[in-house]
């Protein structure tokens, strides 16, 4: 079992700058994508950005060229770093991490508000 614990959010005018971090309960062994989603109220959550254990990125068309996620050291931390925030990414913003190559089992944080006000 692995806990996901994620810090770093709150509240920012637009244009400005957050980073979330997140941090696994345990190293993490073997292939791996680790990365963050957002939700936001009568939506479906959406994948925001991963990375796996191999260092490829993913990201989702709308936080292009704004946000970068990059892991540490350790191979069980992740960060984002959101540059030029929008009011359109408020949201609820969890962690998450599956095992791969099976995409089981899953696990997610227990979420961080992201407010931007414009």
């Known amino acids: 079992q692995v806990q996901l614990v994620e810090s770093g959010g709150g509240l920012v005018q637009a244009g400005g700058s957050l980073r979330l971090s997140c941090a696994a309960s345990?190293?993490?062994?073997?292939?791996?994508?680790m990365g963050w989603y957002r939700q936001t109220p009568g939506k479906q959550r959406e994948l925001v950005a991963h990375i796996t254990s191999g260092g490829v990125t993913n990201y989702a068309d709308s936080v292009k060229g704004r946000f970068t996620i990059s892991r540490g050291n350790a191979r069980n931390t992740v960060y984002l770093q959101m540059n030029s925030l929008e009011p359109e990414d408020t949201a609820v913003y969890y962690c998450c991490l599956v095992l791969l190559p099976s995409g089981s089992p899953t696990y997610w944080g227990q979420g961080t508000q992201v407010t931007v006000s414009s």
């Open positions: 345990r190293s993490i062994f073997g292939m791996y994508r």
